[in-house]
Nanobody, 116 residues
Framework: VQLQASGGGLVQAGGSLRLSCAVS????????MAWYRQAPGKQREWVAS???????RYVESVKGRFTISRDNAKNTVYLQMNSLKPEDTAVYYC???????????WGQGTLVTVSS
């Protein structure tokens, strides 16, 4: 199993980034996929999930700013992040949603840094 996240970088507050995560080794279309993040000195937290039918869920702090999507033909999940805030600074990871399937091996994630 491989989870390859990309698209992170340094952005000013109010800016946007689009993260991608290419997934291999699982039947992608059958799984609920999610984005997580881990800020410096903090525990990893769930950010958003997308179900097989496209239904989405978000943590309250990113509602209205982040959009999760998926392309089952490309085995890829995306996270469009708008109106970024310094508190969004973290390493972002994708994985399965553990409420529906146990995590697979974590990838390296992609670092997002939002400057004020």
């Amino acid at each position: 199993v491989q989870l390859q996240a990309s698209g992170g970088g340094l952005v000013q507050a109010g800016g946007s980034l689009r993260l991608s995560c290419a997934v291999s080794g699982i039947i992608f279309g059958r799984n609920v996929m999610a984005w997580y993040r881990q800020a410096p000195g903090k525990q990893r937290e769930w950010v958003a999930s997308i179900f097989r039918d496209g239904t989405t869920r978000y943590v309250e702090s990113v509602k209205g700013r982040f959009t999760i999507s998926r392309d089952n033909a490309k085995n890829t999940v995306y996270l469009q992040m708008n109106s970024l805030k310094p508190e969004d600074t973290a390493v972002y990871y994708c994985n399965t949603d553990s409420r529906y399937r146990a995590y697979v091996t974590w990838g390296q994630g992609t670092l997002v840094t939002v400057s004020s």
